[in-house]
């Protein structure tokens, strides 16, 4: 990364140091292709060099540093500004950013240019300001950035939050907000996979299993979890159980080719509600027979989290809000059981 010390310093002298800079770069490389062993760190040095030089006889000169290998942005300059430099061997000005959460920014720098160099069919540099061309958040280890040099105005991921970039990076939760907006663009059935880089007790093995390989009690839980969280698979829908499947591997690393069958297989049951015998599908008969620790499950989950889930705001008890889902979703399924009843009969039998 780069850095500039802290006197007034007007941003137009930083693009003119920028376009020296990269002037200068093209230069040295033009027609040389990807000279042997260059890689990200050795390009932010040739930035660097080319930099330092550029910045002889401006008001730069002497105030520009490279800030060590994991701090953000890269280069500084009199502390104010700063160049974050990437490159790519392809020929697309696509790649991947930084870690949503700059942890790792350096203070007192204010704005932050993104210097790219792409090294595909030949080699040419572009810079700009680093908001402009983060295009949408992707996931390795934790949310980053996507970059876009070619990246239209007004169509970064901040204009998508309708949030500008300053006011996100300085959130308290900022993949609070993420989550939010791309919960609302999931369609039908599909779920945010990512880990919230945020909860920091949470360790994740990299070793995927088969669900019929997880603790018994791993088993209950989740499947009171999923009772839960997922009331959806009460209904009607063909995806109904997809949601779940995703929430199986990113938070118990399991995955099962027949998910559906540990809720349905086995055909109807005869329960008795009150003083009559009705027959219920088995997914109704499983709630009957967990009903308590599925309550448990909704008292004890945090509230967020289930509104997260459910896609809505909570306005009065968590436990008679998913009781309306469950209602509102067993209704819409044509399963003419009163669920609701077979649920708060389970109850009574505990």
Sequence with gaps: MIYVNKHEVSEKEFL????????????????????????????????????????????????????????????????????????????????????????????????????????????????????????????????RYKIDMNLPNGKSIFDKLGVSYETFRQEQSPIKRLKKYYRSQLK??????????????????????????????????????????????????SVKFERAAAYLITNYNAVSSSLRDNFTAGGQVKIKIGKKKITVQRLCYNLFLRAKQVKNT???????????????DIDGSPLNTWLGLLEKYSSESGEKTDTVAVFNEGLKNE
């Design 16 to 143: 003119s140091l920028l376009e020296s800079t990269k002037q200068e770069i093209e230069a040295y490389l033009k027609n040389k292709g990807l000279p042997s062993g260059m890689n990200g760190e050795s390009f932010e040095d040739l930035v660097f060099a080319q930099m330092v030089k550029s910045a002889i006889g401006s008001e730069f000169e002497g105030h520009v540093e490279q800030t060590g290998a994991h701090a953000f942005p890269d280069i500084i300059a009199k502390k104010l500004y700063g160049v974050e430099v990437k490159m790519t061997i392809g020929d697309k000005w696509v790649s991947t950013g930084n870690s949503v959460l700059e942890t790792t920014r350096v203070e007192d720098v204010k704005t932050i240019y993104l210097f790219f160099g792409k090294f595909g069919d030949h080699f040419e540099a572009k810079y700009r300001k680093y908001e402009e061309c983060m295009y949408e958040v992707g996931v390795t280890h934790s949310p």
């Design 188 to 237: 039908e059935g599909e779920e945010l996979w990512w880990i919230d880089p945020t909860a920091e007790d949470v360790s994740v093995s990299p070793v995927i299993k088969s669900f019929k390989s997880l603790e018994e009690s791993d088993k209950e839980r989740f499947t009171n979890e999923v009772m839960v969280l997922f009331p959806e698979i009460f209904g009607n829908s």
């Design 298 to 312: 909704v008292e004890d989950m945090p509230r967020e989290k289930l509104a997260d889930y459910w896609k809505i």
